[in-house]
């Protein structure tokens, strides 16, 4: 089983930017579909942004234009760029192993970063 750690968040102002990694165990990394997810508290988790094994990407419409997304295979690491972060962005972010072109994740997860986006 894969095994996830997410790093980067924090506490910023309105405005601001992070940086989120994710460290993926296993051989298979490369060839897997990725996401990031998010979870505010009293909400259902949301997918944020994917990308392709190969590069292609997609994102939640409430981050376009301020969020990327990209990884690093020969890492086994994933990111996720933040900028102009908003107040309704604070959630605990997740990633995982997605299926294309559905995005579902798998159903096991990391511990997940805390974005905390101050007004």
């Known amino acids: 089983q894969v095994q996830f750690v997410e790093s980067g968040g924090g506490l910023v102002q309105a405005g601001g930017s992070l940086r989120l990694s994710c460290e993926a165990s296993?051989?298979?990394?490369?060839?897997?579909?990725m996401g990031w997810y998010r979870q505010a508290p009293g909400k259902q988790r949301e997918l944020v942004a994917g990308v392709r094994s190969l590069g292609g990407t997609n994102y939640a419409d409430s981050v376009k234009g301020r969020f990327t997304i990209s990884r690093d295979n020969a890492k086994n690491t994933m990111y996720l760029q933040m900028s102009s972060l908003k107040p309704e962005d604070t959630a605990v972010y997740y990633c995982n192993i997605a299926s294309w072109p559905s995005w579902v994740p798998r159903d096991y997860w990391g511990q997940g970063t805390q974005v905390t986006v101050s007004p």
């Open positions: 296993g051989s298979t990394f490369s060839r897997n579909a």
